[in-house]
């Protein structure tokens, strides 16, 4: 694959009034089922159509030391499938050490999950690019604070406003939960842009049959399945994926009142 022009800090484009053309928040039906892949897959699809994109983790737990500073993999996998780069911290506000539950990873380090940090953090990205993915945490409803009235991670969703990419891992008690998220996404008055079909398990039967069976009740764009790839990356996932849904309408509008692509210029 040919490879990618980056938009770094010497030529990134100015902050602008108007925010991103495209912006998605990224959920998924639980835990360990490829948002990450599927956030990084959009990315490198995206910018096949020349789109200045970035994604964004809005928290991530579990994190090594490297350099002097916590890293953690799928904020560096945004990082690296994101043509737009951006300063490390901007990718994730709050990387946690733990890898366990947020909260109850920030609890141990002192840390109050801020929604309206993750929210500036968005915004900050929103004026530079063109599209931007934000990934959630978990599944839908992710705890953020440890009482009873804490958001949880469909608040933050709620609180950005952005329509929402459903990751649907395919094994078995995938279509009640791909339906109950849908239902909880739904019910915030949020939007469902789209859904992914991720195959995490290669020995699940009838696999045909449960998309089909989602894709009839979901009532949203099927954006592409991603096969159990041996050694997952995302730009071979990418392949799998028709972005069209998401973003030809809006860049038709863009084309017929543009004479020419945004400049990148030195912020």
Same mark, same amino acid.
């Given at each position: ?39 990084? @897959?959009?990315?490198? *699809? =995206? $910018?096949?159509? %020349? ?8 928290? !991530?737990?579990? &994190? ?36 366990? @539950?947020?909260?109850? *990873? =920030? $609890?141990?380090? %002192? ?8 929210? !500036?953090?968005? &915004? ?144």
């Amino acid at each position: 694959m040919a490879e990618r022009n980056l938009i770094t800090a010497a030529n990134a484009p100015t902050e602008r009034a108007t925010p991103a053309r495209h912006a998605f928040f990224v959920t998924g039906t639980d835990t360990e089922i490829g948002k990450t892949l599927v956030s990084s @897959a959009l990315l490198h *699809a =995206a $910018a096949r159509r %020349g789109l200045v994109c970035a994604g964004l983790k809005s928290v !991530a737990a579990g &994190a090594s030391e490297h350099n002097g500073r916590f890293v953690n993999e799928d904020v560096e996998q945004l990082h690296d499938a994101s043509n737009l780069k951006l300063p490390d911290d901007w990718y994730c506000p709050y990387v946690l050490k733990d890898a366990t @539950a947020p909260h109850i *990873a =920030a $609890a141990a380090e %002192g840390i109050d999950l801020d929604c309206s940090v993750i929210r !500036a953090g968005y &915004a900050r990205v929103a004026a530079r690019a063109d599209l931007v993915i934000v990934e959630g945490v978990g599944g839908f409803r992710v705890p953020l604070g440890p009482d009873a009235s804490a958001p949880d991670t469909a608040d933050l969703a709620r609180q950005l406003g952005l329509p929402v990419i459903l990751v649907v891992g395919l094994r078995l008690g995938c279509i009640s939960h791909a339906l109950l998220t849908a239902e909880a996404i739904t019910s915030r008055g949020l939007t469902i842009a789209g859904w992914v079909a991720n195959h995490v398990d290669p020995e699940m039967r009838h696999v045909d049959a449960n998309v089909d069976a989602i894709a009839a009740r979901l009532g949203a764009p099927l954006l592409g399945r991603v096969p159990h790839l041996p050694h997952p990356d995302a730009a071979t996932a990418s392949g799998y994926l028709d972005i069209a849904p998401l973003v030809d309408s809006a860049l038709h509008r863009t084309a017929q009142t543009s004479s020419g692509p945004r400049p990148h210029t030195a912020p």
